[in-house]
């Protein structure tokens, strides 16, 4: 079983829906990051957490340290919002990546 | 402010060869680490460089190495190269000290071995 584990793998939504996207992790950790990466294959970082909530435009992520889960959100989703999401964790001073939930939007 | 930097951006390259990728951090970034990410995965943690020194190493074998230079540019160099080593291989810098600092990443090098 891998260490984090991201779910949808794959999702699609219609332009204007409200989107989430899961991740679940094994390990003690110190920040979670939610990361955005375009076909192009560069990463953006969109959020690190440690607790809480945190937003960002129309991006909400929350985490909850005691379920070991956190949740990335998108409201009024769009086109350009199609991408894959990776969740990433820090455990003892390494990152570990999930393996990425890939949402595309239609018009 | 430039950001993470790699380069070449696509190489194609024949089983037994070796490559190397380059990497050039942002500015007032230290520290780089370098990822494979193979199709349909997340990124797998290769090594990480510090002060000219490979601090941290991911599971991947000798045939990966790697180097830093004094301006904190770092380079990775895979040897007899494998068709299994065809993936997108990533650059992330960071400043010392600071585990939980938002990420960086360069766009990647997308290596293909033939």
């Known amino acids: 079983k891998n260490e984090v584990e991201q779910s949808p793998q794959n999702l699609t939504a219609q332009e204007g829906e409200f989107i989430t996207i899961n991740c679940s992790y094994s390990?003690?950790?110190?920040?979670l990051h939610w990361l955005q990466q375009h076909p192009g294959g560069g990463i953006v970082s969109l959020f690190m957490?440690?607790?809480g909530k945190k937003k960002h435009g129309r991006l909400i992520a929350t985490i909850n340290i005691q379920e070991k889960h956190s949740s990335l959100h998108i409201t009024a989703s769009h086109p350009r919002d199609s991408a894959v999401y990776i969740c990433?964790?820090?455990?003892?001073?390494?990152?570990?990546f999930g393996k990425g939930t890939k949402l595309s939007v239609k018009p | 402010d430039a950001g993470v930097t790699q380069s070449p951006t696509h190489l194609i390259k024949t089983r037994g060869q070796q490559v190397t990728l380059r990497c050039s951090p942002k500015?007032?970034?230290?520290?780089v680490s370098w990822y494979q990410q193979a199709l349909g995965q997340g990124p797998q943690f290769i090594f990480q460089?510090?002060?000219?020194?490979?601090?941290q190493r991911g599971n991947f074998p000798d045939r990966f190495s790697g180097h830093q230079f004094p301006n904190y540019s770092s380079e990775l160099n895979v040897n007899a190269l494998l068709l299994g080593d065809s993936a997108l291989y990533l650059c992330?810098?960071?400043?010392?000290?600071?585990?939980?600092?938002?990420?960086?990443f360069g766009n990647g090098t997308r290596l293909t071995v033939t």
């Open positions: 992330a810098s960071s400043p010392t000290g600071t585990g939980n600092s938002p990420l960086h």
């Open positions: 390990v003690g950790i110190s920040a």
């Open positions: 957490l440690s607790s």
């Open positions: 990433a964790v820090r455990s003892q001073g390494n990152l570990i």
């Open positions: 500015s007032g970034h230290d520290t």
């Open positions: 460089y510090y002060e000219e020194e490979e601090r």
